[in-house]
């Protein structure tokens, strides 16, 4: 798969993909980073890439012709592909928008940017917008960085196993378990006893329970759709009968069935 992205400030774009995992995976050749500085389609040779917005007003407006000759540079003919434009009135971005992504040959994303862009690009150059949450940002570079990060490390070989990503909160509907490491105990801080065990069936258990509770205190929206097991609906009616009869759900280690 291969990304392109269109921007006035490619560096912006290419530096957070030449660390760790991600510059490993270019240089492996799992994905495409293709980033097109917009000033080189521009026409003129000041390179300008925006303009006074007519009928007046605060503000520049990034210019539709630039932007389109870029994508028509960039688009690999005859392949599947999507090209979207950031913006903060977009399809918002979840892990389900990017597994649509990551299934693609080719995305292409143009960075919007200053105080808009021109209402056509909109209409007839991107196919879609996207938008990486309800906050504004000051350009769409920070976005592209984002979507490209979450589309790519679902990409076979990216991620070290298909498990590591299989069984992180989202993908399986529910926040992740808590995770320990040495030392067994920090400053009086013990790590649970159940996961020192041995004991397979109990620590799976265990960090399935600890996922549960976890999502039901603090992301409860996501049990709506996540897929559940009769014990896992068992555990979490004990938790409501816990919680309207009074009790606090701390976490601890002393529920398993
Ligand atoms: Cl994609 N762009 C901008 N400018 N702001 C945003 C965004 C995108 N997503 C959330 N806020």
């Not at 530096?15 to 003129?44: E, K, N, T, W």
């Not at 979840?94 to 105080?115: K, P, S, T």
Request: glycine share 10%.
């Amino acid at each position: 798969m291969r990304f392109d992205v269109i921007t006035l400030f490619p560096d912006m774009v290419r530096a957070p993909f030449r660390y760790s995992l991600m510059a490993r995976a270019i240089d492996a050749g799992l994905f495409g980073l293709q980033v097109h500085d917009l000033r080189q389609f521009a026409a003129d040779r000041h390179r300008v890439c925006d303009d006074y917005p007519f009928g007046g007003g605060e503000g520049m407006v990034l210019k539709v012709d630039p932007i389109a000759r870029a994508i028509a540079a960039a688009a690999q003919r005859g392949v599947r592909k999507q090209v979207l434009l950031t913006s903060p009135g977009g399809r918002r971005l979840d892990q389900a928008f990017a597994r649509e992504l990551a299934q693609l040959d080719q995305v292409l994303i143009v960075c919007g940017h200053y105080e808009g862009v021109d209402e056509r690009v909109r209409q007839h150059i991107v196919d879609g917008e996207v938008s990486i949450g309800d906050y504004v940002l000051t350009g769409g570079e920070l976005a592209a960085c984002v979507i490209i990060d979450v589309v790519a490390r679902l990409l076979p070989g990216v991620v070290g196993s298909r498990a590591s990503v299989d069984n992180e909160s989202f993908e399986n509907g529910l926040l992740d378990h808590p995770q320990y490491t040495r030392p067994r105990v920090f400053d009086g801080l013990a790590v649970p006893e159940v996961l020192l065990s041995g004991d397979h069936g109990r620590i799976a258990r265990w960090r399935r329970q600890e996922a549960l509770r976890r999502t039901w205190r603090d992301r409860p929206d996501l049990l709506e759709n996540a897929p559940l097991s009769e014990e896992d609906r068992r555990f979490l009616g004990a938790l409501d009968v816990r919680r309207d009869s009074g009790f606090e759900a701390g976490s601890s280690d002393e529920h398993e069935s």
